[in-house]
């Protein structure tokens, strides 16, 4: 194994192994990228297309939850503007 692919192979381990956690729930390790990395071996391209694309899927749900929870941070206020209650309050989230 080159140095270069080495160098690569660690990077995209460390970055896969973040991935999975933000898909587990668990936040990733903190994380500085490197300061200088050669060129991208060719043999690694199709690794670092994969990952680029499970990112972009985990963005992709991050947003959606995201939007999820504005829609209903919305309703729950809404809710709590039109109605007084005397007795409490339980919103179905489910139906």
């Known amino acids: 194994m080159t140095p270069d692919v080495a160098a690569w192979s660690a990077l995209l381990d ?3 192994s973040d991935v999975a956690r933000a898909r ?3 936040a990733p390790a903190p994380w500085d990228p490197p300061a200088a990395m050669p060129p991208l071996p060719a043999p690694l391209l199709p690794r670092a297309r994969a990952l680029r694309a499970a990112h972009a899927q ?4 991050v947003e959606s939850a995201h939007a999820e929870l504005g829609r209903r941070l919305a309703r729950t206020r809404r809710l709590a503007r039109t109605q007084a209650p005397r007795r409490p309050v339980y919103l179905d989230a489910l139906g």
């Not at 985990?58 to 749900?61: D, P, S």
Request: charge should be neutral.
């Open 24 to 26: 587990a729930g668990l």
């Open 14 to 16: 460390r970055m896969e």
């Open 58 to 61: 985990l963005v992709a749900a």
